[in-house]
T-cell receptor, first 113, second 111 residues
Framework: KAGVTQTPRYLIKTRGQQVTLSCSPI?????VSWYQQTPGQGLQFLFE???????NKGNFPGRFSGRQFSNSRSEMNVSTLELGDSALYLC????????????FGNGTRLTVT | TQLLEQSPQFLSIQEGENLTVYCNSS?????LQWYRQEPGEGPVLLVT?????EVKKLKRLTFQFGDARKDSSLHITAAQPGDTGLYLC???????????FGQGTRLTINP
């Protein structure tokens, strides 16, 4: 079974731009969660999607948004990028909406200059 | 304020030594998961503990869930350089639909 795939692996953007990150979950997994990882804050929950619906949302500004498609693939978008958005963005999939173990992708490293 | 506090945050020891990493909270969790993350990769699940007092072993790694289900520990025996990585604990709460992660313990095993 293929693992969770995130694209792109690396991204460099400038302040004010917007970015879209993509995540393909493990086949059959319907839940996709997004996390932001920084050295200072650790893993911070962004949002979770299940069957194309956002089920949970973390404490991030509205500039962070996401969506899930009918094939469970998910995208997250960050608009009006700020320097502080530089981070590793991790996507994780699981088979259920509950607290089943998460299967993480290798992340997208976003650098905002 | 972090719901799950991990200690120590950084640990650097020599190959062959033993170590223990802690994950503490004032909240009760229905289960607790431990992940290891290596550079350039996402976290990988090591174990899930569910019952208070439960002990699980994974080769040289021993995981324990506190009796009150508020804390957990990870003990590594005879550490090896391959154990190097960021160790994350994540707690699941009843009624909540997302895991809460600790800040992690960055472990370095020197040859």
């Amino acid at each position: 079974k293929a693992g969770v795939t995130q694209t792109p692996r690396y991204l460099i953007k400038t302040r004010g731009q917007q970015v879209t990150l993509s995540c393909s979950p493990i086949s059959g997994h319907r839940s996709v969660s997004w996390y932001q990882q920084t050295p200072g804050q650790g893993l911070q929950f962004l949002f979770e999607y299940f069957s194309e619906t956002q089920r949970n949302k973390g404490n991030f500004p509205g500039r962070f948004s996401g969506r899930q498609f009918s094939n469970s693939r998910s995208e997250m978008n960050v608009s009006t990028l700020e320097l502080g958005d530089s981070a590793l963005y991790l996507c994780a999939s699981s088979s259920q909406l509950d607290n089943s173990p998460l299967h993480f992708g290798n992340g997208t490293r976003l650098t905002v200059t | 304020t972090q719901l799950l506090e991990q200690s120590p945050q950084f640990l650097s020891i020599q190959e062959g030594e033993n170590l223990t990493v802690y994950c503490n909270s004032s909240s009760v969790f229905s289960s607790l998961q431990w992940y290891r993350q290596e550079p350039g990769e996402g976290p990988v699940l090591l174990v899930t503990v569910v019952t208070g007092g439960e002990v699980k072993k994974l080769k040289r790694l021993t995981f324990q869930f506190g009796d009150a289900r508020k804390d957990s520990s990870l003990h590594i025996t005879a550490a090896q350089p391959g154990d190097t990585g960021l160790y994350l604990c994540a707690g699941a709460r009843r009624g909540a639909q997302k895991l809460v992660f600790g800040q992690g313990t960055r472990l370095t095993i020197n040859p």
